[in-house]
């Protein structure tokens, strides 16, 4: 596939995935798929997902734990069967109400019109203050000025 219909694939996974359309977007992937994020252990959706059924593990996992209020790809970037996509989002974790931004990447590999890898980039201190329990106390609390 060329660079410029590779950007497009991008660009039809994100237009389903803004519009609930999961089996879509694993209809993109390939059977043997690699899907990676950082891994951290309080974020039921981090770290690396194999194949079909793990991406649709993913999605399952992500749907579960947050709610985005906004998700904004902002740019496309392809070279060849790479194409990288920055945007932002404001996310709200269900099990604390906490919320937080986002700034991400991800960067996708394409292969004969599928996926074939997935990397994600993104705030993870702010993720993960965000699944905390301490976070969504914190947050209910006034915040206080430090006096001298």
């Given amino acids: 596939m060329t660079t410029q219909e590779n950007k497009?694939?991008?660009i039809n996974g994100y237009q389903m995935f803004l519009k609930g359309d999961i089996q879509g977007v694993l209809d993109m992937c390939s059977d043997d798929i690699e899907w990676t994020?950082?891994?951290?252990?309080?974020?039921?959706?981090?770290?690396?997902f194999h194949g079909k059924a793990?991406?649709?593990?993913?999605?399952?996992?992500?749907?579960?734990t947050v709610e985005f209020l906004d998700y904004q790809?902002?740019?496309f970037i392809a070279d060849e069967d790479k194409?990288?996509?920055?945007?932002?989002s404001t996310v709200r974790v269900r099990a604390t109400g906490a919320t937080y931004?986002?700034?991400w990447v991800h960067i996708f590999t394409m292969k004969n019109g599928k996926t074939v890898r997935f990397?994600?980039?993104?705030?993870t201190a702010a993720a993960v203050a965000a699944f905390s329990a301490?976070?969504?106390?914190?947050?209910?609390?006034?915040q206080q000025s430090a006096r001298h």
């Fill in 8 to 10: 497009q694939l991008a």
């Fill in 37 to 48: 994020s950082a891994d951290l252990p309080s974020i039921p959706f981090a770290g690396a």
């Fill in 54 to 64: 793990g991406v649709s593990d993913f999605f399952q996992k992500l749907a579960a």
């Fill in 73 to 75: 790809p902002q740019s």
């Fill in 83 to 88: 194409v990288a996509v920055a945007g932002v």
């Fill in 101 to 103: 931004d986002d700034i």
């Fill in 119 to 123: 990397e994600q980039f993104h705030n």
């Fill in 134 to 142: 301490m976070a969504a106390s914190t947050a209910a609390q006034p």
